[in-house]
């Protein structure tokens, strides 16, 4: 390497530690004036994301485009994006409260990682910036520069406090005084990231993307056997049950950017560079036909979710998400079945869903798509219509997390609350959650409000069984904890065919700790397709204890099958001796945990 390649390549590095450097200490020093109120909320909001977002671009243009033109070129992105994210803050009284929002978070975050590829290669080759080649290329490269980086940050870390350690056996502290400083950490991070991004830009021709796409493109005939095996089973399984999990749409959803990542790596940047092995290539193109199956089921699962509970921001980014990858899917099946040239096609339909995405993600902080509002009059809906109660209401997210709409959407519920100003009404509820602050006391409040009602209910739904062999009313149950009484609501709610509660309380001398009829074996089911139990026993002094459920032949704390509740309603169980009285039901014998 000749001198001035030699200066060349020290300058690049001095710029790219100091640049690091400078945006760690200045992210630093606006986290000291967080709450000091020095800068207006909206000027502090405006400034931080501006650091934020032009350090993170700037770092990731240099290299590929030279650090001086990179510095003047992240201003490209940086300063639309913060003026977004100060008209995104002024939803909020107090414009940082946009800085304790994870869904805008995101969003920001995602704007900024679809757009940063394309300006790229606009400040390369401004006359190729929609270049799938040049587009793939450059978004695998900052990937894998950061990637690395950030563990070359996490190693050097590791050296300082390993280095600390050692210098401490003799008595000398100086790097844990200095690592004590927060700004110093800082600085020392970002000065780190800087020169290792740098470097690893030198290397660029040994730490490749490529040889991560390699191996990612191994992957697709693995996850097109996992996808198959989902598609063929779920018939036996049913819709409902699938839907019945909290999480599956989240895994539906992941499952389906996998499948678009890994089929992009098998195609590569163009027609060259793709996978060839015919196993490979044909796992690739099946796949991508199953992808708009994937999103459809997790666009119908998120459906399901908002018309049971409305809208709220997660689940508006969760309906996003789910259109963006059906409407992948449909490009990525229609690419395929339309025969020769389905590979290109594809490359075509991953950068118009790219500029899609960078779009609506630019309108969600526009007032054009405000999740806050949309949310808030969801909610307000939900309740008017008569759909949800008072407890269903996300009440604290409206009162500390929507901003401006959810107070106003409290505004709403109270004028249509009604009279009723009660402990458990609607108005007290919206009055204890504009003078809380803290969520963890908001909730036990709540709480005491909330238990009596649900141990009232219980007390109505619960079936004893041989027919009043015992009774437990709403005074004995409302002293438990509320997590206990709202899994036995919820499965107490769930009909049986016959329309029957979904809970049976069996009555017999299970513990010798009390008389027979002051105590029994509570069936309900669990949500997943089984059956849970739990002993519950009134003690002498009226307080009520629950245990979890033992089968001592098994040697399990046993889930049911889903036909428990049923069995146990229709008499067919008996309690009878085996060491202490157990209850005999089906092929489980049951006893009361320790």
């Given at each position: 390497?000749?001198?001035?390649?030699?200066?060349?390549?020290?300058?690049?590095?001095?710029?790219?530690?100091?640049?690091?450097?400078?945006?760690?200490?200045?992210?630093?020093?606006?986290?000291?004036?967080?709450?000091?109120?020095?800068?207006?909320?909206?000027?502090?909001?405006?400034?931080?994301?501006?650091?934020?977002?032009?350090?993170?671009?700037?770092?990731?243009?240099?290299?590929?485009?030279?650090?001086?033109?990179?510095?003047?070129?992240?201003?490209?992105?940086?300063?639309?994006?913060?003026?977004?994210?100060?008209?995104?803050?002024?939803?909020?009284?107090?414009?940082?409260?946009?800085?304790?929002?994870?869904?805008?978070?995101?969003?920001?975050?995602?704007?900024?990682?679809?757009?940063?590829?394309?300006?790229?290669?606009?400040?390369?080759?401004?006359?190729?910036?929609?270049?799938?080649?040049?587009?793939?290329?450059?978004?695998?490269?900052?990937?894998?520069?950061?990637?690395?980086?950030?563990?070359?940050?996490?190693?050097?870390?590791?050296?300082?406090?390993?280095?600390?350690?050692?210098?401490?056996?003799?008595?000398?502290?100086?790097?844990?005084?200095?690592?004590?400083?927060?700004?110093?950490?800082?600085?020392?991070?970002?000065?780190v990231l800087g020169l290792a991004l740098a470097v690893v830009y030198e290397l660029?021709?040994?730490?490749?993307?490529?040889?991560?796409?390699?191996?990612?493109?191994?992957?697709?005939?693995?996850?097109?056997?996992?996808?198959?095996?989902?598609?063929?089973?779920?018939?036996?399984?049913?819709?409902?049950?699938?839907?019945?999990?909290?999480?599956?749409?989240?895994?539906?959803?992941?499952?389906?950017?996998?499948?678009?990542?890994?089929?992009?790596?098998?195609?590569?940047?163009?027609?060259?560079?793709?996978?060839?092995?015919?196993?490979?290539?044909?796992?690739?193109?099946?796949?991508?036909?199953?992808?708009?199956?994937?999103?459809?089921?997790?666009?119908?699962?998120?459906?399901?979710?908002?018309?049971?509970?409305?809208?709220?921001?997660?689940?508006?980014?969760?309906?996003?998400?789910?259109?963006?990858?059906?409407?992948?899917?449909?490009?990525?099946?229609?690419?395929?079945?339309?025969?020769?040239?389905?590979?290109?096609?594809?490359?075509?339909?991953?950068?118009?869903?790219?500029?899609?995405?960078?779009?609506?993600?630019?309108?969600?902080?526009?007032?054009?798509?405000?999740?806050?509002?949309?949310?808030?009059?969801?909610?307000?809906?939900?309740?008017?219509?008569?759909?949800?109660?008072?407890?269903?209401?996300?009440?604290?997210?409206?009162?500390?997390?929507?901003?401006?709409?959810?107070?106003?959407?409290?505004?709403?519920?109270?004028?249509?609350?009604g009279g009723d100003t009660g402990p458990a009404s609607l108005a007290a509820r919206?009055?204890?959650?504009?003078?809380?602050?803290?969520?963890?006391?908001?909730?036990?409040?709540?709480?005491?409000?909330?238990?009596?009602?649900?141990?009232?209910?219980?007390?109505?739904?619960?079936?004893?069984?041989?027919?009043?062999?015992?009774?437990?009313?709403?005074?004995?149950?409302?002293?438990?904890?509320?997590?206990?009484?709202?899994?036995?609501?919820?499965?107490?709610?769930?009909?049986?065919?016959?329309?029957?509660?979904?809970?049976?309380?069996?009555?017999?001398?299970?513990?010798?700790?009390?008389?027979?009829?002051?105590?029994?074996?509570?069936?309900?089911?669990?949500?997943?397709?089984?059956?849970?139990?739990?002993?519950?026993?009134?003690?002498?002094?009226?307080?009520?204890?629950?245990?979890?459920?033992?089968?001592?032949?098994?040697?399990?704390?046993?889930?049911?099958?889903?036909?428990?509740?049923?069995?146990?309603?229709?008499?067919?169980?008996?309690?009878?001796?085996?060491?202490?009285?157990?209850?005999?039901?089906?092929?489980?014998?049951?006893?009361?945990?320790?």
């Amino acid at each position: 390497m000749s001198a001035g390649n030699d200066m060349r390549v020290t300058i690049d590095r001095m710029v790219m530690a100091v640049l690091g450097g400078s945006s760690g200490l200045a992210l630093w020093a606006l986290g000291q004036s967080w709450d000091t109120g020095l800068l207006p909320p909206l000027v502090y909001l405006a400034l931080f994301a501006f650091v934020a977002i032009y350090s993170s671009v700037a770092l990731a243009l240099a290299g590929p485009v030279p650090p001086g033109r990179a510095l003047v070129g992240a201003l490209v992105l940086a300063v639309p994006a913060t003026a977004l994210v100060a008209l995104a803050g002024m939803r909020h009284a107090v414009a940082t409260d946009l800085l304790g929002d994870p869904v805008m978070l995101g969003v920001i975050g995602v704007l900024v990682l679809f757009a940063t590829p394309f300006l790229s290669v606009w400040l390369c080759r401004r006359g190729n910036w929609l270049s799938y080649a040049a587009l793939f290329e450059t978004a695998w490269t900052i990937v894998i520069r950061f990637l690395a980086a950030w563990l070359f940050v996490a190693g050097v870390l590791l050296v300082a406090f390993l280095s600390d350690a050692l210098l401490q056996l003799v008595d000398i502290d100086a790097i844990d005084r200095l690592m004590r400083r927060d700004w110093v950490m800082f600085t020392l991070s970002g000065t780190v990231l800087g020169l290792a991004l740098a470097v690893v830009y030198e290397l660029r021709e040994t730490i490749s993307p490529f040889l991560i796409l390699r191996l990612l493109r191994l992957l697709v005939p693995v996850q097109l056997a996992v996808v198959g095996v989902f598609l063929l089973a779920l018939p036996l399984r049913g819709l409902s049950e699938l839907f019945g999990e909290f999480s599956s749409a989240a895994t539906l959803m992941g499952a389906a950017i996998l499948a678009v990542t890994l089929i992009s790596s098998a195609l590569e940047r163009n027609d060259a560079e793709a996978v060839r092995a015919p196993l490979l290539r044909g796992s690739a193109r099946v796949l991508a036909t199953l992808v708009p199956v994937l999103a459809a089921l997790s666009v119908w699962a998120v459906a399901l979710r908002v018309r049971q509970y409305a809208w709220t921001p997660d689940r508006l980014l969760a309906a996003c998400v789910a259109l963006f990858l059906l409407a992948y899917g449909l490009g990525y099946a229609g690419s395929v079945l339309r025969g020769r040239g389905w590979a290109g096609r594809i490359r075509r339909v991953n950068v118009a869903m790219a500029l899609a995405v960078i779009g609506v993600s630019a309108l969600w902080l526009t007032p054009a798509l405000n999740a806050y509002r949309i949310s808030a009059n969801s909610q307000v809906a939900r309740y008017t219509a008569g759909t949800a109660d008072a407890f269903d209401l996300p009440l604290w997210e409206m009162a500390h997390r929507w901003g401006r709409a959810g107070q106003a959407g409290l505004d709403q519920l109270a004028q249509v609350s009604g009279g009723d100003t009660g402990p458990a009404s609607l108005a007290a509820r919206i009055a204890l959650v504009r003078e809380t602050t803290s969520r963890y006391r908001y909730n036990l409040d709540l709480d005491q409000v909330r238990a009596p009602q649900i141990a009232a209910e219980l007390a109505h739904l619960i079936s004893v069984r041989p027919e009043g062999a015992l009774t437990l009313s709403a005074a004995d149950l409302a002293d438990l904890p509320l997590y206990r009484l709202t899994d036995w609501i919820e499965g107490c709610q769930r009909l049986l065919p016959d329309g029957r509660a979904g809970c049976v309380l069996v009555a017999g001398g299970f513990s010798p700790a009390v008389p027979p009829e002051r105590q029994g074996m509570l069936l309900f089911p669990d949500g997943r397709g089984g059956t849970r139990a739990n002993h519950v026993m009134r003690q002498s002094d009226g307080t009520v204890v629950v245990r979890e459920v033992f089968d001592p032949i098994q040697g399990t704390w046993p889930t049911l099958p889903e036909d428990a509740v049923r069995m146990a309603l229709d008499g067919a169980f008996s309690v009878r001796p085996s060491g202490a009285h157990a209850l005999f039901l089906g092929d489980n014998i049951l006893v009361p945990g320790n």
